[in-house]
């Protein structure tokens, strides 16, 4: 059975930093490209970031510079490493999983595994 469990999420202050993980079971990370994802109340779900099954990695604008994703495959863990947060970021995070590649990594529905989300909230 294939479980991606993310943890991490918290609240913090606006400038503050988090890094969320993402550790899979039930499947090989070495073999999976993983996209993180969020969701604020009321809003559709972003892709924040991606990280190919060799290491190339992508960002939405918004969050590029600041935000930095990185794989252990040793650990079967994803992580995102995420600094200089605004209360914008505020959100629910999920990672996602799909063997080898996605062609557009942005679309929820190229995944096949989701983990059950953690939550961030960037707040005074």
């Known amino acids: 059975q294939v479980q991606l469990v993310e943890s991490g999420g918290d609240l913090v202050q606006p400038g503050g930093s988090l890094r969320l993980s993402c550790a899979a079971s039930g499947l090989t990370l070495d073999y999976y490209a993983i996209g993180w994802f969020r969701q604020a109340p009321g809003k559709e779900r972003e892709g924040v970031s991606y990280?190919?099954?060799?290491?190339?990695?992508y960002y939405a604008d918004s969050v590029k510079g600041r935000f930095t994703v990185s794989r252990d495959n040793a650990k079967n863990t994803v992580y995102l490493q995420m600094n200089s947060l605004k209360p914008e970021d505020t959100g629910v995070y999920y990672c996602a999983a799909q063997k080898y590649t996605v062609i557009a990594w942005r679309v929820p529905q190229n995944y096949e595994y989701w983990g059950q989300g953690t939550q961030v909230t960037v707040s005074s």
């Open positions: 990280i190919t099954y060799n290491g190339r990695t």
